[in-house]
């Protein structure tokens, strides 16, 4: 009998040695070995519905394993598979943001209505769409004993009574994924099942989430075709577009071993090639570089929870992230590589909504050191620069650059709810990942070629988009705040939005701090004087923010855009004093008081990031409860409404978007670690009831990589790496502690550590 000895990082925090003993199920377990993990997916059959299956991905291509009646199915997804064709409304006279002004004074919005809402709903592209899917017919073999997903390996295994075992990956970073079956009786080949493009089928279209039929997009049906044990599937698409699926497979004995591959024309890859030339490397070759990927990706932290539901929610989180973004990959899309596989267009496209969905899928890659796998958002949007300054010019009519709130792959508008799909301020939120980047990196040539270019490219569209008034008060004619009054004319407040002014006062002062970084004392003097002329934030009678003048949070809504300010940019802080502390208790406690009727489970992972911003590490952990009981399908992901018709929301439907998901891993680093005001705080939003936690390697702005362990309800143990070197400023109450590896500093409850580049900090 052969041992395997598995050496890496656990979830758990601690080096583990994991050992698994080959021959016990077969020759995948010993060519394809695993580490389980206590937060693995583990089913006793496969899922009903597509939302369900199990997820494998590796930001270019996905995979969706579920059983559609009796046969086993594969949905395949690829990220660039896109109708682009434009939106034929944005275009015309019309099409100018002072057109829709002057609507909104003569108070007749039905035009604008009918010009940007109305398309977005009605025509079926641009949108993401489908790639299709493969099926094996395994009616013989009945239900599996067992399904997991390897959370530390990217792979799904599953066993039948009989002895059939099934090992399925996608490779981390090629477009292919791998099926092997082991004890597989003769006659279950794969069969590709294209989607039905061709269909002429047509029902009511309910809303957005709905998604038309693929039917409507007018394409001519592919054709499938088989040579030997290869299958190919080619699909034309609008203006040239076509992407083709390819399946290859061989058998030896009982076992049958297959490569499938999505490809577009968009990308320098062909199926055919990609799975010829997998099959020559081999299962074992090509599994041994995807581990490569996922070891390096699991080694760069972990953490350690007291409670076993929020362990597994955010180890599946942290799982999915590494499964939808890499470097070099477009950015999450509202639902990834993994498109819905039911007949239809995605919900709401499957777009890039930039009035938070992106946002926030990408709040766990900076104190979740992963700043790499962040990239592929920041040079997405650095390489589609020319097309916001294009669409500035065309709609704005100024100079600088915003982006389009709503976008496809391209980067181009699509219209819908203009007041946020066209917002004067998405740029200056899309902005904030630049600035967060460079403050969590210290890359002083990303703040130079990158974060500062891009943020002083987005101050001066708010520098123009806005006027200084007679009482030198900066202001926008007319402002919004995600998604309050929906789409109607009373969504276009006259008085500037709270949800404004927070993303006006962070450009202007992100703009400002960059520029005086770099040393360029003008710059950094006019966008003071920019923010300078902003107006404060507005307050109810009881000193919470409001939405706007006149406008007090007085029901229930989704998006906490009027809470901006307190998180994510941090501009109202604790920290600052009696005043914030007041205005952020206010808030929270009138989110709370006309409690969550309309919120979404995103809704309730934002909230826990707010909790934890005000040090309420019970509410933090409650709220983050809720969305992992009550608003997550079977295999994690997030289903937008109350799933358990409990009564957590009124919203009961099930829509797949996954921003709320990885929101739910950034709340969860809130809770162990928060660097945003200059000075790092440990375990600063923890329960009491949680008297043993810890973390490793979470990174800290300044670039200090930071794992702590708290014992007994008390820190006993941290230790800094950091990877510039500097001043760091550590809250460490109580007495004092025992620092090794560096020169400090005490001033009260605040130490202050003089850090060398990479040698490690201990304190005691």
């Not at 917002?423 to 890359?443: E, I, R």
């Not at 030198?472 to 109607?488: K, Q, T, V």
């Not at 949070?553 to 502390?581: N, T, W």
């Amino acid at each position: 009998m052969q041992k395997r000895r598995n050496l890496r990082i656990g979830k758990t925090g601690l080096l583990t040695l994991a050992l698994a003993w080959g021959g016990l199920t077969g020759c995948a377990d010993r060519e394809l070995p695993v580490s389980p993990s206590a937060s693995d997916l583990r089913f006793d059959g496969w899922a009903a519905s597509w939302d369900e299956g199990i997820p494998l991905g590796n930001a270019v291509v996905g995979a969706l394993i579920w059983q559609r009646d009796s046969m086993l199915r594969f949905s395949l997804d690829r990220t660039d598979l896109w109708d682009l064709r434009p939106m034929d409304s944005l275009s015309g006279a019309n099409y100018r943001f002072g057109w829709v002004r002057e609507q909104v004074r003569k108070g007749d919005y039905l035009p604008v209505q009918k010009k940007f809402d109305w398309p977005y709903d009605r025509e079926p592209a641009p949108s993401k769409i489908p790639g299709g899917a493969l099926e094996f017919p395994l009616q013989a073999l009945g239900a599996p004993s067992s399904v997991r997903l390897y959370l530390n390996n990217a792979l799904c295994r599953a066993v039948w009574p009989g002895g059939t075992e099934l090992t399925a990956f996608v490779h981390a970073d090629k477009p292919i994924g791998w099926f092997v079956f082991d004890r597989l009786p003769e006659g279950a080949e794969p069969v590709i099942v294209p989607p039905a493009y061709g269909s002429r089928k047509r029902t009511a279209v309910t809303g957005p989430e709905a998604g038309p039929e693929l039917g409507r997009l007018g394409y001519e049906q592919g054709e499938v075709k088989r040579t030997g044990n290869r299958i190919t599937y080619r699909q034309e698409g609008w203006g040239g577009f076509f992407y083709e699926i390819a399946v290859q497979w061989e058998r030896r004995g009982d076992r049958l071993s297959g490569v499938w591959s999505v490809t577009s024309s968009a990308g320098p890859e062909r199926a055919e090639q990609e799975v010829q030339d997998a099959l020559e490397r081999g299962a074992a070759a090509d599994y041994r570089t995807h581990m490569a990927y996922w070891d390096g990706y699991w080694s760069q932290a972990s953490v350690t929870l007291p409670d076993t539901l929020l362990q597994k929610q955010y180890d599946n989180e942290m799982y999915k992230f590494g499964s939808a973004a890499r470097e070099h990959s477009y950015p999450i899309s509202l639902q990834a590589v993994w498109t819905a596989d039911n007949g239809k267009l995605p919900p709401w496209k499957g777009d890039y909504h930039h009035d938070l969905n992106t946002q926030l899928s990408y709040w766990p890659a900076y104190a979740g050191n992963r700043l790499r796998e962040g990239l592929g958002y920041l040079n997405t949007l650095w390489a589609q620069r020319d097309v916001y300054k294009r669409y500035t010019r065309q709609y704005f009519e100024t100079d600088g650059m915003n982006v389009p709130g709503v976008c496809a792959l391209n980067g181009e508008p699509m219209g819908g709810w203009i007041q946020y799909s066209m917002s004067q301020t998405a740029g200056a939120w899309l902005a904030q990942h630049f600035y967060l980047h460079w403050k969590y990196s210290a890359d002083r040539k990303f703040l130079e070629e990158r974060a500062y270019p891009f943020l002083k490219e987005t101050a001066v569209f708010l520098e123009r988009i806005s006027s200084v008034g007679a009482d030198g008060i900066r202001r926008l004619e007319i402002s919004s705040s995600p998604e309050i009054f929906d789409n109607s004319l009373r969504a276009w407040f006259r008085e500037m939005t709270n949800y404004d002014r927070a993303l006006m006062h962070f450009a202007f002062g992100a703009a400002a701090e960059t520029a005086a970084e770099l040393g360029y004392e003008e710059e950094a003097a006019r966008w003071k004087r920019a923010e300078a002329q902003l107006p404060d934030y507005d307050l109810d009678a009881d000193g919470a923010l409001t939405f706007a003048p006149g406008y007090p949070y007085d029901e229930s809504h989704r998006h906490f855009s009027h809470a901006m300010a307190i998180h994510p940019l941090g501009l109202l802080d604790v920290s600052q004093g009696e005043k914030s502390r007041r205005i952020i208790a206010a808030t929270l406690k009138k989110l709370e008081a006309y409690g969550p009727d309309y919120w979404t489970g995103y809704s309730y992972a934002w909230f826990a990031n707010l909790k934890a911003r005000a040090f309420d590490g019970e509410g933090a952990a409650r709220a983050l409860r809720t969305f992992a009981e009550c608003f997550c399908l079977k295999n994690t992901f997030h289903a937008n409404g109350d799933q358990t018709r409990s009564g957590k929301s009124r919203f009961t439907y099930r829509p797949f978007t996954l921003e709320g998901n990885f929101a739910f891993a950034a709340a969860v680093h809130e809770m162990l670690l928060q660097s945003h005001t200059g000075t790092v705080r440990l375990f600063p939003a923890v329960p009491q009831a949680w008297r043993d936690v810890s973390f490793r390697n979470l990174r800290a702005q300044g670039a200090f990589l930071i794992s702590a362990r708290r014992e007994g309800g008390k820190t006993v143990l941290a230790t800094v790496i950091s990877e510039q070197g500097g001043d760091l400023k550590l809250a460490w109450p109580g007495n004092d502690p025992q620092v090794t590896g560096c020169a400090y500093e005490r001033d009260g409850e605040t130490l202050t550590l003089h850090t060398r580049k990479g040698e490690p900090v201990t304190i005691r």
